[in-house]
């Protein structure tokens, strides 16, 4: 496709579910990153790769949050028994360049809601 | 800890009506200043800033970085209800993470 591309668009898991989100990133975009936005907030940064290698992971909250791109273009972000504090829009993004100084595209985001 | 700060945090206008949005930002490992407009759930890229003093415009949109002062102003002139928006302010750093303000959320009215 010609943007970054997240599945699925919404979810509602029961607290202690264990969820997964994917994110199909812009074919050849090098960096990729997970934002946590809750509502009313702008985005967080939670984890940034390039290529395979997860560069930083300073913005999970706890251990329960696990992302992984294993190949270097998917991404998937994990979250382990959910919680209720969990409830957000996770956005993908991805980027052409390795550092800074370049746009990020966005995907339209997973509603996680947490019941 | 790293910030962007937004104002106004929400903002009303008229249709017709002309806005300033400002964005002020630590200097710790800067490299950019992002604009991006967010309507449903994607945000979209509007601009990118990276020299002092230059003006950058796109259509009715025009926006410009102060890397003194450490602020940008984003101006939306003869607004439209179709610019009704959250407007997002965004530092780049060098560590590629992009730090995110809360938005402004502006509402034009017919």
């Known amino acids: 496709g010609a943007g970054v591309s997240q599945s699925p668009r919404y979810k509602v898991a029961k607290r202690g579910q264990d969820v997964a989100l994917r994110c199909d990133p812009i074919?050849?975009?090098?960096?990729l990153f997970w934002y946590q936005q809750a509502l009313g907030q702008g985005p967080e940064f939670l984890t940034y790769?390039?290529?395979?290698?997860?560069?930083?992971k300073s913005g999970l909250p706890s251990d329960r949050f696990f992302a992984e791109r294993p190949e270097g273009s998917v991404s998937t972000l994990k979250i382990q028994r959910t919680q209720q504090e969990d409830s957000a829009v996770y956005l993908c993004?991805?980027?052409?360049?390795?550092?800074?100084?370049?746009?990020?595209?966005f995907g339209q985001g997973t509603r996680l809601t947490v019941v | 800890e790293d910030k962007v700060v937004q104002s106004p945090l929400s903002l009303v206008v008229h249709e017709g009506d002309t806005v300033t949005l400002n964005c002020s930002y630590e200097?710790?490992?800067?490299?950019?200043l992002l604009w991006y407009k967010q309507e449903k759930k994607a945000p979209t890229f509007l601009f990118m800033l990276?020299?002092?003093?230059i003006e950058k415009k796109s259509g009715r949109l025009s926006s410009i970085l102060d890397k003194k002062e450490l602020f940008s102003i984003l101006n939306i002139t003869a607004t439209q209800t179709g610019d009704s928006a959250i407007y997002l302010c965004?530092?780049?750093?060098?560590?590629?993470?992009?730090?995110f303000g809360t938005g402004t959320l502006l509402a034009v009215q017919p």
């Open positions: 993004a991805s980027s052409l360049a390795l550092m800074g100084n370049t746009e990020a595209f």
């Open positions: 074919s050849g975009h090098v960096s």
């Open positions: 790769f390039q290529n395979e290698a997860q560069l930083d």
């Open positions: 200097v710790t490992n800067f490299r950019s």
């Open positions: 990276t020299s002092s003093g």
């Open positions: 965004v530092k780049g750093g060098a560590t590629n993470k992009l730090i």
